[in-house]
């Protein structure tokens, strides 16, 4: 059972323009939801993260929309620039106990093109 | 800024044989986790530490596979009899001992291929 679920395997955007990147989950009881890039070859490079609290947060030109009722969250990146081409892994963790496992989507591979 | 330094890169190696990674999280950080990430996958969750206790392991850390943290610092990972479906990236991350919204921070990984 997939608890974060990211159904666009792929997404290209023409520099300038937005970018949205969606995620969907499935458990409620999450507290905190983040996104991270990744290049080929590095690990996972946090990128902004939103309160289960919350339904916005910005930073730059990255901002996280969360919609609990309809448990989706989605990035927008304004303007895109070619350098944001990665893929974009949504991620959610719970806080219970002390163990702060992430649980990851399958990613969403953004190529933006100059 | 040291980042998370993981060791080796690369390991090639045959089925059966035994490998170790080693992981070395930012220095402050006393939460340290390792991750399993596979084609197409995200990330999976494998185990966990808190200083030198490893406090969690998922259902996907078989008997064959042993993590450490001797001291609370670095971090060591040994698959033993190591087989095909072992091949994957292991993703080492930490965190600080604050709450959910301090971010895991992650090492570049290795890359084990079973021939």
């Known amino acids: 059972d997939q608890q974060v679920k990211q159904n666009s395997p792929s997404l290209s955007v023409q520099e300038g323009r937005i970018s949205i990147l969606n995620c969907d989950y499935t458990?409620?009881?999450?507290?905190?939801f983040l996104w991270y890039k990744k290049y080929p070859a590095e690990g996972p490079t946090f990128l902004i993260s939103?309160?289960?609290?919350?339904d916005k947060n910005e930073d730059g030109r990255f901002t996280v929309f969360l919609n609990k009722s309809a448990k989706h969250l989605s990035l927008h990146i304004v303007p895109s620039q070619p350098g944001d081409s990665a893929v974009y892994f949504c991620?959610?963790?719970?806080?219970?106990?002390?163990?702060?496992?992430?649980?990851f989507g399958k990613g969403t591979l953004l190529t933006v093109n100059p | 800024d040291t980042g998370v330094s993981q060791d080796p890169r690369h390991k090639i190696t045959k089925r059966g044989q035994n490998v170790t990674f080693r992981c070395d999280p930012i220095?402050?950080?006393?939460?340290l986790y390792w991750y399993r990430q596979t084609l197409g996958q995200g990330p999976e969750f494998l185990t966990y530490?808190?200083?030198?206790?490893?406090?969690?392991k998922s259902r996907l850390l078989s008997d064959r596979f042993s993590a450490e943290r001797p001291k609370g610092s670095f971090s060591t990972l040994e698959i033993q009899r190591t087989e095909q479906g072992d091949s994957a990236m292991y993703l080492c991350?930490?965190?600080?001992?604050?709450?959910?919204?301090?971010?895991?921070?992650f090492g570049d990984g290795t890359r084990l291929s079973i021939l």
């Open positions: 939103i309160s289960s609290i919350k």
């Open positions: 991350a930490s965190s600080p001992q604050s709450g959910g919204d301090q971010p895991q921070h």
């Open positions: 220095s402050e950080h006393n939460r």
């Open positions: 991620a959610a963790l719970r806080e219970w106990g002390s163990n702060y496992k992430l649980t």
């Open positions: 530490f808190q200083n030198e206790a490893q406090l969690e």
């Open positions: 458990n409620s009881m999450f507290d905190y």
